[in-house]
């Protein structure tokens, strides 16, 4: 049941392994959101038995997912305080990206029909989110989005299609507003 979620085909959540694997990354999280914010070292070994990294990252608490073994972060990312990521499916994020309060990524999907969700039948898409990619607070990052290399996603946005590199968007739904390859510090303040 584990690998029909993840790679999207449709599972049935309350499969016995798949409710075992929520219940020990809910046990992990709920250590990891009761330590106190100094504890560094302590919270990245907390977390690293559920996700994959492959660099220092900072992860402020309180943080929740579902998994965590569908979470795969870059080096020096950035997640900030209550944070939600559903990863049924994988949740892909860029080195060197910082992801603001309160952003929710999900990856799983339910049915439109009313007896498929009573039949607990549900399948998940896959999130990617590039290199140098700062998502404000407060967003929303819907199932299957990708979004590339170096944008900036505007706090408050819901992310409901790809966006592309080197861009800002913004919105509900989010839309690009500005390509900026080449902003500054002092052009971000005038947007």
């Known amino acids: 049941m584990t690998e029909k979620m993840i790679n999207g085909f449709i599972y049935n959540p309350v499969s016995p392994q798949l409710v075992l694997d929520r219940d020990k990354a809910s046990r992990i999280l709920?250590?990891?959101?009761?330590?106190?914010?100094?504890?560094?070292?302590?919270?990245?070994?907390m977390i690293k038995k559920l996700m994959n990294t492959s660099g220092y990252f900072w992860?402020?608490?309180?943080?929740f997912c579902d998994y965590g073994y569908n979470i795969y972060?870059?080096?020096?990312?950035?997640v900030n305080f209550n944070c939600v990521f559903?990863?049924?499916?994988?949740?892909?994020?860029?080195?060197?990206?910082?992801?603001?309060?309160n952003t929710q990524i999900?990856?799983?999907?339910?049915?439109?029909?009313?007896?498929?969700?009573?039949?607990?039948?549900?399948?998940?898409k896959?999130?990617?989110?590039?290199?140098?990619?700062?998502?404000?607070?407060n967003v929303t990052i819907l199932p299957g989005v990708s979004i590339g290399d170096h944008s900036i996603i505007g706090a408050g946005s819901v992310v409901t299609k790809d966006i592309p590199a080197n861009v800002i968007a913004v919105g509900n739904p989010c839309k690009v507003i500005k390509d900026q390859k080449n902003v500054s510090i002092q052009s971000a303040k005038r947007i």
């Not at 709920?30 to 560094?40: L, M, S």
């Not at 972060?73 to 950035?78: D, I, T």
Request: hydrophobic residues 30%; aromatic residues 10%.
């Open 86 to 101: 559903l990863d049924v499916c994988p949740i892909i994020i860029g080195d060197y990206t910082l992801i603001g309060p």
């Open 73 to 78: 972060l870059g080096k020096e990312v950035m």
């Open 30 to 45: 709920t250590k990891y959101n009761k330590k106190v914010f100094h504890e560094v070292n302590m919270r990245n070994r």
């Open 106 to 124: 999900y990856t799983a999907c339910h049915s439109l029909d009313y007896k498929e969700r009573q039949e607990n039948k549900e399948f998940g």
């Open 126 to 137: 896959p999130v990617r989110i590039g290199d140098h990619v700062w998502i404000g607070g």
């Open 59 to 63: 992860i402020k608490p309180p943080f």
